[in-house]
């Protein structure tokens, strides 16, 4: 079965850096897009970032662009977020996602989350 499993968060301060990772498996991972979510504290879950098969194409939250990067391994089944110029508004646990279509239907899968917490 679909199996994801995020790492890499922590305590950082305002303007650092942190790489997530997601180690994905039980599926043929070059085959499907990925993307980020992320749930902030009484917030809703929201999108951060996409990236499509090949990671030609990837997609971001307006409030991360130009500060965080998606990318993939394909050999390695894993998706990053590498996430700089990091803001309090940051904060929130970080979700790794794929998504299946079927009978008009969308299957979400979802790691268990990674905390990132940025805070001086």
């Known amino acids: 079965q679909v199996q994801l499993v995020e790492s890499g968060g922590g305590l950082v301060q305002p303007g650092g850096s942190l790489r997530l990772s997601c180690a994905a498996s039980?599926?043929?991972?070059?085959?499907?897009?990925m993307a980020w979510y992320r749930q902030g504290p009484g917030k809703e879950r929201e999108l951060v970032a996409r990236?499509?098969?090949?990671?030609?194409?990837?997609l971001y939250a307006d409030s991360v662009k130009g500060r965080f990067a998606i990318s993939r391994d394909n050999a390695k089944n894993t998706v990053y977020l590498q996430m700089n110029s990091l803001k309090p508004e940051d904060t929130a646990v970080y979700y790794c996602?794929?998504?299946?279509?079927?009978?008009?239907?969308?299957?979400?899968?979802w790691g268990q989350g990674t905390q990132v917490t940025v805070s001086s």
């Open positions: 039980g599926f043929t991972f070059s085959s499907y897009a």
């Open positions: 990236i499509l098969t090949t990671g030609a194409s990837t």
């Open positions: 996602n794929t998504w299946r279509l079927s009978g008009g239907q969308k299957y979400d899968y």
